[in-house]
């Protein structure tokens, strides 16, 4: 290559690296990803009732597997298998379609949720946003829980890391829908989507503001914040089961 | 049983040894370019190793640290003997001073204030519940419970007071300073008590301690940077409502939500501050004129993502927040005023909506608000309880 090749060639390269955030304002044309998707998904799950599908979560049906089998039959997740009892249903909703569309990368969740209607997403949305379990959580990472808790509570701004808690609420169990709760979520769960932020596996937080939390966390605040979290009590139903 | 037609055979001892070192070399090599590339940090961007936030931030508050030790030391010099030269002053990495923090206060009276002092500043919705008529803590405009450079940092107004404010025009003690605070950004009117905490009281008191504590070798006046909110220029284009409204839709929504009430927890307490409406600050508040705003948001919003907007989109975004209704001004209430002239005697030398007619609505007659019952109903998030020093 000449010099004005190599030349192009890096400027195509930081064109393309430059146009990275700017393509993630909008992930997919049939996904709402705008501020308020979580509130989106929410509003629309209202007219549906989750009893309709409370044996879809429990049982499944023919090609899709139930929920329960892994996510176990009080939502309470296992490993790096996810809690839902007590996520907000248009948190949940939101993820469905996330994988449905791949823009989150789980290769069960995806062969799952591409089966999936929108009805039944709503649906089973709010099934586990009604569902309250005990925690089945607890530190399993080796972190350091006092600067998990230092991290969940204070933040560290020297890093530019807000506080967990000034956006998943006091107790950590979640603000409205848009911010899930995090008390007692499986930590291997909550380490891997940290992991996955800083790599850009996943890009769907809004104003990506988990981003820039998870490239600012070391590897060890990591296993330090997703153990900690997992001590905390479960949080209860966000709706009540008849609403 | 013999081949019939055996392939012709090289000596494959030869080419094996070969072929062994020429990928060893070329292997070599290879590690060589690729361990040059990395002292050059170019794969830094792409592969960050895993602990580097640790070092980062171990590094800084080890700066830190040995900052504050070394004017400790030089302090204790000067004040042994006047010759030893006068204290550093304790900087960071980042040029910015460093405050004591609260873990530092002395187990005795004094240190006691300071933590309370930190409990009202961080949790004033509850520990000052009776004088504060919104959803606003101090700490949320002060971020990192008044620590954070940019945002109106305590320990650097901890240095800036007795003075004359034209906002009153007269003498203010750090005392006015919060009073007025109480007044105007927590919106005191509509408080269970209807006022700011009583003159002389512990509220005042304990929060004093608390910023002088955090402000020990800060000089008098000092001017320190990253005192207030630095305003960002004010761009060539001005600010425009319309516009700061898509900045707002992007990138404030998902918290402050689309109507700007704000959000709380299930346990019902504010996490995101309403930022118009009933439960937001009232329109004698500094916040409401829009480069204040513009300073603020500019360097520390979204949270965790400061300086992220452009100056254009923060001057634009504080106009849009600042266009819609909010508590009156106590002072129009007070003095039976109305809005014109209250206009006229505090509004008239800022850029602020105060006044205007936007939407077909008179901004400044303020949202109707009854004055809340009782104390917000709640107590200490939960791993607060267990936090007290």
């Given at each position: 290559m000449n010099l004005r090749a190599h030349v192009l060639f890096a400027t195509t390269l930081a064109l393309g690296l430059t146009a990275l955030p700017a393509a993630a304002q909008k992930l997919h044309p049939d996904v709402p990803d705008e501020g308020e998707a979580a509130e989106i998904y929410a509003a629309r799950a209202a007219d549906v009732d989750p009893a309709d599908y409370a044996r879809l979560a429990r049982e499944g049906d023919g090609e899709v597997?139930?929920?329960?089998?892994?996510?176990?039959a009080k939502g309470e997740g296992n490993g790096n298998i996810p809690r839902l009892a007590g996520l907000s249903a248009g948190y949940i909703a939101k993820q469905l379609n996330a994988y449905a569309v791949g823009l989150r990368i789980n290769h069960n969740m995806q062969y799952v949720a591409e089966k999936l209607s929108q009805d039944e997403m709503l649906g089973l949305a709010r099934y586990y946003a009604a569902m309250e379990s005990p925690s089945a959580a607890g530190p399993e990472l080796g972190g350091d829980l006092e600067r998990g808790r230092e991290l969940a509570i204070h933040g560290d701004w020297d890093i530019d890391v807000p506080a967990c808690y000034s956006c998943h609420g006091s107790s950590a169990w979640g603000v409205e829908q848009a911010f899930p709760s995090l008390a007692a979520q499986q930590p291997a769960y909550t380490y891997a989507q940290l992991a996955a932020w800083t790599d850009g596996r996943r890009q769907n937080s809004p104003v990506q503001l988990m981003q820039g939390i998870s490239h600012a966390l070391s590897d060890a605040d990591k296993r330090a914040v997703s153990d900690y979290l997992a001590t905390l009590p479960a949080p209860p139903a966000q709706e009540a089961p008849d609403d | 049983m013999t081949d019939p037609n055996p392939q012709p055979t090289r000596d494959p001892g030869r080419t094996t040894g070969r072929r062994a070192i020429g990928a060893a070399i070329a292997a070599a090599a290879l590690v060589a370019v690729g361990a040059g590339l990395y002292a050059l940090g170019i794969y830094d961007p792409i592969a960050?190793?895993?602990?580097r936030g640790t070092h980062q931030a171990g590094a800084i508050e080890l700066a830190k640290d040995e900052a504050r030790a070394d004017h400790l030391a030089s302090r204790d010099a000067y004040t042994n003997d006047p010759a030893a030269g006068p204290p550093t002053l304790p900087v960071g990495q980042d040029g910015y001073f460093v405050p004591r923090t609260v873990d530092e206060a002395p187990d005795n009276e004094f240190g006691d204030s300071v933590r309370r002092g930190y409990e009202v500043f961080t949790n004033t919705q509850t520990n000052a519940s009776q004088h504060v008529g919104n959803g606003m803590n101090c700490a949320n405009c002060h971020l990192g419970a008044g620590t954070v450079p940019e945002s109106a940092p305590m320990w650097a107004a901890a240095v800036e007071y007795p003075a004359f404010r034209g906002k009153n025009k007269i003498i203010n003690t750090m005392e006015d300073r919060i009073h007025g605070c109480f007044t105007y950004?927590?919106?005191?009117?509509?408080s269970p008590s209807g006022t700011p905490p009583p003159r002389d009281g512990d509220i005042y008191k304990d929060l004093q301690s608390y910023f002088y504590f955090m402000a020990e070798g800060a000089p008098l006046e000092?001017?320190?940077?990253?005192?207030g909110y630095p305003v960002p220029p004010e761009p060539a284009q001005g600010y425009d409502i319309s516009r700061g409204e898509a900045v707002f839709e992007a990138n404030c929504a998902v918290c402050h939500s689309s109507d700007g009430s704000g959000r709380q927890d299930p346990n019902g307490r504010w996490i995101f501050p309403a930022l118009?409406?009933?439960d937001a600050y009232n329109w004698g508040a500094g916040m409401h004129r829009v480069n204040t705003a513009a300073g603020f948001i500019k360097h520390n919003m979204p949270l965790g993502r400061g300086g992220s907007l452009t100056d254009q989109e923060a001057w634009d975004v504080a106009a849009y927040i600042n266009s819609w209704e909010r508590p009156a001004d106590p002072r129009q209430l007070r003095d039976g005023t109305s809005v014109a002239e209250t206009d006229a005697q505090f509004h008239e030398h800022t850029p602020n909506f105060y006044g205007d007619v936007i939407r077909g609505d008179l901004l400044g007659d303020g949202v109707p608000g009854e004055p809340?019952?009782?104390?917000?109903s709640t107590g200490r998030p939960l791993g607060e309880q267990t936090a007290s020093r």
């Open positions: 597997w139930s929920c329960a089998s892994c996510h176990g | 960050q190793s895993p602990d950004s927590m919106n005191a009117q509509n000092g001017n320190l940077p990253g005192r118009w409406g009933d809340t019952e009782q104390a917000p």
